[in-house]
């Protein structure tokens, strides 16, 4: 039973979370930023490969690695790894209306850029039901699961974490919010290319949980509806 009859701030990551992981939107990020690593660092491909995902177990993503380890240039990174295709992402129509018909306001809080979230938000048709976008330049280069941003968005915000709720992919990324008072939802998906992620940073399969995890679901919008139904009950 969803019963978010209490929640008026809809709070959600983007990779993965919004989109379903299956269309492989972020498989384009994930090797492109192996070919920064590759042409910055002059590393064959499977070094680069092996270096970025150390990092991003390390330091929460590659590119917090590569700003303390090689003083990479955040925006320079960003600008790289988003030059992606975006045409496996469709207008979603159906995840469209069950954000409308969200109470109160709903907002998108990634570890990438505003641009890129415009961007995927935008080939959603989406974009326009959001409230704002918080990034990780206004995180200040802190990724999720730094608690410190979380934090700072509840305050630019001006959120009340006991009446927000936060949609994510990646379980570790809830333990804050759930701490802070949020609600957690984990969105999980079991698409094969995910497997080749290292298992601590890896997208959550069906099933996975923990005590910081309130809800679960494999269909954000069907979720989305069902909560909407049990704040306006016939």
Not at 95 to 115: Q, V
Not at 161 to 176: C, G, K, T, W, Y
Not at 180 to 206: F, I, N
Not at 212 to 234: E, G, M, R, V, Y
Request: charged residues 25%; contains cysteine.
């Amino acid at each position: 039973m969803i019963d978010l009859r209490h929640i008026d701030a809809w709070v959600f990551d983007l990779d993965n979370t919004l989109y379903d992981a299956e269309c492989q939107l972020f498989a384009q990020i994930d090797e492109r930023m192996t070919a920064f690593i590759r042409n910055r660092l002059d590393l064959a491909h499977p070094e680069a490969r092996r270096l970025q995902k150390d990092y991003y177990v390390r330091y929460g993503t590659t590119m917090s690695g590569l700003m303390r380890e090689h003083n990479v240039e955040p925006q320079q990174f960003l600008d790289y790894v988003h030059d992606i295709d975006l045409e496996p992402i469709k207008p979603n129509p159906e995840l469209a209306a069950a954000l409308a018909d969200l109470p109160g306001e709903k907002y998108i809080y990634t570890n990438g850029s505003t641009r890129h979230a415009e961007n995927v938000a935008g080939a959603l048709e989406i974009l326009h039901l959001f409230d704002d976008v918080y990034d990780i330049k206004a995180a200040q280069y802190r990724p999720k699961p730094d608690r410190a941003p979380y934090e700072n968005f509840l305050r630019q915000f001006d959120l009340k974490p006991d009446r927000a709720v936060m949609f994510e992919d990646l379980s570790q990324n809830l333990i804050p919010p759930h701490d802070l008072g949020m609600t957690t939802v984990l969105v999980c998906s079991d698409a094969a290319w995910l497997a080749d992620e290292p298992e601590e940073k890896r997208s959550a399969r069906p099933g996975d949980g923990g005590d910081h995890i309130h809800h679960q679901t494999n269909d954000l919008t069907a979720f989305l509806k069902a909560a909407t139904t049990s704040q306006n009950p016939t």
